[in-house]
């Protein structure tokens, strides 16, 4: 399976943009790579890893994550998060509780 990860941002946020793309990367790799093996073993299998980070007014990161794996979909939100490796890593465990629940 051919895993696509889209990043977007709000203006506010851009500025993490470096930090995000690690983070998100970092929870890939460590994570949820083992629960995503059940998709690679089919051949027309596709995914993708959407990851959405705002700044919102209150100065705190709102983040989402959608998740499209073969025919499965996840979504995960978070608000006010002051720490962004915090809401990150929230986002993917509970995409990897999912994962592993399925």
Known sequence: MELHVQIHTNEAAEISREVIER??????ESK???????Y????DAEGTIE??????????????????LDRDDFVFER???ENLDDLINNLFRHLKESLSDS
């Not at 949820?32 to 059940?38: A, N, Q, T």
């Open 40 to 43: 690679e073993a089919k051949d």
């Open 51 to 68: 990851i959405k980070i705002e700044k919102n007014k209150k100065d705190l990161f709102n983040g989402k994550l959608i998740a499209r």
């Open 23 to 28: 983070l998100v990367n970092t929870n890939l």
């Open 32 to 38: 949820v790579s083992g629960y995503l093996k059940k």
């Open 79 to 81: 608000e006010d998060y």
